[in-house]
């Protein structure tokens, strides 16, 4: 893990003032907070959380307004957040003897040693069609 400290992070007070004031210095800080938590993070995963910020401002570019770009990037968490989930329940679903695709059966039963019965349904006979 990297030893750089994360830089101290201003009171919203600060930046909202820093924000109206002077943009430009704003969005220097912006990056360079968001820079130095990167350095924090172990180096093995600083290169994934580099390629999310790049998402990220990639959508604040592309947007018109802050509110639209804070709206895309939420979707993008939740898109982020429900392909984690559907990968832990995948892996869940393994862990109590199913297969990836969230089937479960027995405890240590493959699909394939495990049998089920046939039922035949014939078709009410009010339901029939006449001729």
């Known amino acids: 893990m990297d030893a750089a400290q994360p830089m101290e992070f201003p009171s919203y007070e600060v930046l909202a003032q820093l924000a109206r004031d002077d943009p430009q210095a704003y969005e220097d800080l912006r990056r360079e907070l968001i820079d130095s938590f990167i350095a924090t993070a172990p180096e093995r995963v600083q290169p994934r959380l580099r390629g999310i910020q790049f998402r990220v401002d990639r959508v604040r570019r592309m947007s018109r307004s802050s509110l639209g770009s804070t709206v895309k990037i939420y979707e993008l968490m939740w898109q982020s957040f429900l392909?984690?989930?559907?990968?832990w329940q995948s892996l869940a679903s393994l862990d109590e003897?199913?297969?990836a695709t969230g089937a479960s059966g027995p405890a240590g039963a493959s699909p394939s040693t495990t049998g089920a019965q046939v039922l035949a349904f014939r078709p009410h006979p009010a339901s029939t069609p006449r001729a």
């Open 83 to 87: 392909h984690l989930n559907g990968t």
């Open 97 to 99: 003897g199913g297969d």
